[in-house]
């Protein structure tokens, strides 16, 4: 028995160093990963920008939160590894660094077989995304001057912000504010679709009371109106309403998804790019096609990030919108409210790393 266990363990040793040389030996094994640091700005959040590198001399790039040094150290267990085996090399990277290293790892496989990554996964689903964005402004003034300047830039579709409230429960002034507030913005631009946004700063009394007054406007969807802590706040919204719920933006656990969707409490998955990455994200789309939910990926990076997201968006058949980041679309293109789906291998961006040297990660 002795010895048929360690003629057992010695094959195994065998075969994990046969992988081991097959790996080494690959011209698309990862040769270095390098990570800088967004440069801080009024339209942009702080991300970092991730480099992988190959032996064969192509480069994927990805962006995903905020890396310490400590995680960009962690990532050097990863050189040596084939670059291909995204799916298997995710999981054993920092967690804030997991959704951009996905991206980078689908960008070198996009490169290395000339074509882009939609195509990698399948093949698209549809060749146009649909676009919105949030209005800027703090008074009704100024939302509506935004609205007319992104109009002019082809988008149709746009994100109210709710005004945080200074104690919850505020009644019907409160109420009575968004109301007006939606209405002359439909009156600005008719034939434009609105949805609005809390970003989970209202109580569960407040939602419910808002969303009841939006029902006869008919707005796309009102997100992410409570902290997702409790799924009976939820439920509490979800029963007095007929608005559709959506969240996603704060949840870092895919189980949390899937209780908001068994209990039938959300009607539009919002996963964040930059945490989930792009094969992250198709796998919580499959799993809330299953209860006929339509999908809203989101990040608030740069154009690495919105080109992901539309390579994503053509993955996936439940696909409903995109929202445009802070930072702007970048290099993506919109007509008439649809982002045009990137072009080229990979992911289809240009990276000029020479921008971003200053602020290498050490």
């Known amino acids: 028995m002795t010895a048929k266990i360690q003629r057992r363990e010695g094959l195994k040793s065998w075969m994990a160093a046969q992988a081991a040389t097959r790996s080494s030996t690959s011209p698309h094994t990862i040769s270095r990963i390098q990570a800088f ?28 939160r905020s890396l310490s040094r400590a995680d960009v150290q962690a990532l050097d267990q990863l050189v040596g590894r084939p670059a291909y085996a995204y799916e298997a090399l995710t999981p054993l990277a920092p967690l ?7 991206m980078a790892l689908l960008d070198i496989v996009g490169k290395t077989t000339n074509a882009p990554v939609y195509r990698v996964l399948g093949g698209p689903t549809r060749f146009k995304a649909r676009a919105i964005a949030r209005l800027a402004g703090t008074t009704d003034s100024e939302l509506q001057q935004d609205l007319q300047r992104q109009s002019g830039l082809g988008i149709r579709a746009f994100l109210i912000p709710v005004d945080k409230p200074p104690a919850p429960n505020q009644g019907s002034h409160f109420v009575k504010t968004h109301v007006q507030r939606m209405k002359a913005l439909k ?11 809390a970003t989970d700063q209202l109580s569960s009394g407040d939602a419910s009371s808002l969303a009841a007054a939006l029902e006869p406007m008919r707005p796309l969807w009102f997100d992410e109106p409570c902290p997702v802590t409790n799924l009976e706040t939820i439920r509490k919204i979800a029963d007095e309403t007929v608005v ?68 994503a968006a053509a993955s996936m058949p439940n696909f409903f919108i995109l929202q445009i980041p802070k930072a702007g679309v970048g290099s993506s293109v919109i007509r008439e409210g649809f982002f045009e789906l990137p072009k080229g291998p990979g992911l289809g961006v240009h990276v000029d790393i020479k921008d971003w040297e200053r602020n290498r990660i050490a």
Do not use: K
């Open 96 to 102: 804030p660094a997991r959704g951009g290293l996905n």
């Open 244 to 311: 559709p719920l959506g969240f996603g933006r704060t949840i870092a656990e895919p189980s949390t998804f899937q209780d908001l969707l068994r209990e039938g409490l959300i009607d539009l998955v919002r996963p964040d790019l930059q945490i989930y990455g792009i094969s992250g994200v198709c796998r919580i789309a499959s799993m809330a096609e299953t209860y006929y939910t339509a999908v809203a990926p989101w990040h608030e990076a740069g154009p690495i990030s919105t080109a992901a997201a539309l390579h």
């Open 37 to 64: 640091a967004s440069a801080p700005g009024p339209n942009t959040s702080s991300y970092t920008l991730l480099q992988v590198d190959t032996r064969s001399g192509v480069t994927g790039y990805g962006e995903c």
């Open 187 to 197: 009156i600005a631009a008719p034939q434009a679709d609105f949805a609005f946004e």
